[in-house]
Nanobody, 127 residues
Framework: QVQLVESGGGTVQPGGSLRLSCAGS????????IGWFRQAPGKEREGVSC????????HYRNSVKGRFTISRDDAANTVYLQMDNLKPEDAATYYC????????????????????WGQGIQVTVSS
């Protein structure tokens, strides 16, 4: 089964940028819709974005639209989340996910319900 490994997290000041990477192993990410979730301390896990296979259609939660961009490089077996103009409320542990389907109709349930999760990576936004 495909495994997901996140990288690229860290600490950034408000207004700064980070690019998260999700590398696949044990399978091709090109076969699946891939999404990102996040969880801040004391809060519920929430969907952030999703990209489908084939048509590369994308979905974003409203609070990140215009600031985050999800993309995929099938040759590199990697999906990216470019995060610009980061805000303190974006601070969380970010998880790369897939539902092992080819299409996502949303960034979270019910359009995208992950069944495979990466280990998560920390993003801190602080001045």
């Amino acid at each position: 089964q495909v495994q997901l490994v996140e990288s690229g997290g860290g600490t950034v000041q408000p207004g700064g940028s980070l690019r998260l990477s999700c590398a696949g192993s044990g399978g091709s990410l090109a076969s699946y819709a891939i999404g990102w979730f996040r969880q801040a301390p004391g809060k519920e896990r929430e969907g952030v974005s999703c990209i489908s296979r084939d048509d590369n259609s994308t979905h974003y939660r409203n609070s990140v639209k215009g600031r985050f961009t999800i993309s995929r490089d099938d040759a590199a077996n990697t999906v990216y989340l470019q995060m610009d103009n980061l805000k303190p409320e974006d601070a969380a542990t970010y998880y790369c996910t897939t539902d092992l389907e080819y299409y996502c109709s949303g960034y979270g349930p019910p359009g995208f319900i992950p069944t495979v999760w990466g280990q998560g990576i920390q993003v801190t936004v602080s001045s």
